[in-house]
Every structure is written in C-alpha cells, then in structure tokens.
C-alpha cells in the first residue's frame, strides 16, 4: 500500500519561514516524480512545485519562485518543501503527490497525500 504523509505544516507570521515534508512509503521512490501543490479555500488545487525522479530538475509557480524550494532525499523516502518570505496568499491546504517516471505537473497524479494546513497572518 502506498501512503504518502505530509507534515510540518501550521502558522507563521508574513515573512516567516516552514518546512513542509513528505514522507513515503510502499513505492520505489526513486522511480517517481515527486510534487506539491495547494488549495486555498474556495479555490481549486493548484501546482506549487515539483521535482524529477532524479532530482536533477525542478519546477516552481511563478508566485514562489526565489522563495520556496524543493528537494529530495531518496535515502529517507522524502520530499521537503522550503518556504521562506511567507506571503499571505500562500495560506492553503498543501498536498504531496507522486507520478510514476514523470514530472507532477499536473491534478492527476499516481497517489495523493492527506494535506497539511499552511497559514500566514498578515
């Protein structure tokens, strides 16, 4: 059974800093894209960033770009999402998901997380 679980969520004032992790397990990690994506209330899920099955390629939303990073640790079965300068707007559910030898891009992937809350005050 595959399971993905998402962690380090919670509230931090604008500008401030959260690492959110992914922890896997029942799949060949190294074999899967991995991503995260969010959805704030009333909106529709939306992508945030993702990474390749090797690691060597990484895409980011124009919204966070020089502010969230993405990263893998293949030896821990985890992906992590940095997120610093805290906006507002980044308020939102956050998913981890996992594709099968692609890039998440996409609302489609092979296996969803539960989500964890984000919430910047203002």
């Known amino acids: 059974q595959v399971v993905l679980v998402e962690s380090g969520g919670g509230l931090v004032p604008a500008g401030g800093s959260l690492r959110l992790s992914c922890a896997t397990s029942?799949?060949?990690?190294?074999?899967?894209?991995l991503g995260w994506f969010r959805q704030a209330p009333g909106k529709e899920r939306e992508f945030v960033a993702a990474?390749?099955?090797?690691?060597?390629?990484?895409y980011y939303t124009q919204s966070v770009k020089d502010r969230f990073v993405i990263r893998r640790v293949n030896a821990n079965n985890t992906v992590y999402l940095q997120m610093n300068n805290l906006k507002p707007e980044d308020t939102a559910v956050y998913y981890c998901?996992?594709?099968?030898?692609?890039?998440?891009?996409?609302?489609?992937?092979?296996?969803w997380g539960q989500g964890t809350q984000v919430t910047v005050s203002s």
């Open positions: 998901a996992a594709e099968y030898q692609q890039m998440v891009l996409s609302n489609k992937p092979d296996y």
């Open positions: 029942g799949l060949a990690f190294n074999l899967y894209g």
């Open positions: 990474i390749s099955w090797s690691g060597g390629t990484a």
